[in-house]
């Protein structure tokens, strides 16, 4: 059977918000089968909670920024793809501010936390939502669309107008069946241009960003001393915030998601296109392991 998962304990870390430039505790703690992914802000009267759910999504302004219950929390999708990444079903998130903080800008820092807390089995099968006919999106020349697979891949594109991106790649292709999320995916970090700080930070954007959360580049170059971490880190970080957009269902998908030059809007978009058009989509459990496609098997191995 393939499980439903939690944390085996508790974990914590303390960061400031890349947006709002807060310092936020974040506490991670086991949660019971079918809890869900449930966010607290432990810092509002009666401390709020809510499960993720694609509706929630209320700001796609550079981030995803979740609003339930008069409670808000933003930036959630580095978190939520180091959840999607390890197979995490089941958490309490609790937080003390209104933004999950950015750590080094990608979801290592998330994985380590997850890893370090322990992976949990639980004696539940996990709920996959299955894609059974294309379902797209699109705004202008960007898009993206679901289409069925036994497993989860994906496809990705971007393009920028800037001297970097010349020699680095533009898009990227992954089956989590055969590929690591976390070597290949999860170090890759959130980018910005220098161009645009100052019409971020009057916007209230971006007043906790720097050299040591994100890759920053001029009108030329990476400024970062220590370069990047993938040779195609820009569209691998798409990558990774596609995952965590994606996971804002609760459950794992089991299709295959394509998309070019989308971002967190599109992202939610093409979530609530798929939750609102029943026919294009089911529920699916694995009970018995000689009936489960091999590619599940490889895509949530049990942890040790």
């Known amino acids: 059977m393939i499980r ?10 303390i960061g400031v918000g890349l947006h709002s430039g807060v310092r936020v505790n974040l506490t991670l703690r086991p949660a019971q089968a079918n ?23 209320h700001d796609t302004r550079l981030c995803s920024a979740l609003e339930a219950n008069g409670a ?6 580095h978190l939520m793809s180091a959840l999607a990444g390890l197979g995490i079903d089941n958490v309490h998130i609790d937080l003390d501010g209104p933004e999950v903080p950015i750590l080094d800008g990608s979801a290592a820092p998330f994985v380590f936390l997850i890893q370090s807390a322990g992976i949990e089995p639980l004696p539940c099968a996990k709920r996959f939502i299955r894609v059974r006919r294309e379902v797209r999106v699109e705004d202008g020349d960007k898009w993206a669309s679901f289409t069925p697979h ?3 891949k994906m496809a990705f594109s971007i393009d920028f107008n800037h001297p970097v991106f010349r020699n680095s790649a ?8 055969r590929q690591s999320y976390v070597r290949e995916v999860s170090r890759a970090r959130t980018f910005g241009f220098m161009q645009d ?14 050299l040591d959360n994100a890759v920053v580049l001029d009108e030329f170059r990476v400024l970062n001393s220590d370069g990047l971490r993938y040779a195609d880190e820009f ?3 798409k990558a990774l915030d596609a995952v965590g957009d994606l996971y ?16 967190h809007g599109l992202n939610n978009q093409l979530l609530r296109a798929l939750v609102t058009d029943v026919a294009s989509w089911e529920w699916a459990t694995f009970e018995d392991d000689a009936a489960t496609p091999r590619g599940l098997l490889d895509l949530f191995p049990m942890p040790a």
């Open 4 to 13: 439903q998962r939690t944390l085996k304990s508790l974990v914590h870390t």
């Open 35 to 57: 809890t869900g992914i449930l966010f607290t802000r432990t810092d509002l009267p009666q401390a709020p909670s809510f499960r993720v759910a694609p509706e929630q999504v």
């Open 72 to 77: 808000r929390v933003s930036t959630v999708e």
């Open 150 to 152: 036994e497993g989860f």
């Open 170 to 177: 533009k898009s990227v292709t992954l089956d989590f069946a």
């Open 197 to 210: 700080v100052e019409t971020l930070r009057s916007r209230g954007l971006a007043l906790g960003g720097t």
């Open 235 to 237: 569209v691998k970080h």
């Open 248 to 263: 804002l269902t609760g459950h794992p998908i089991l299709g295959a998601f394509a998309a070019h030059k989308s971002g």
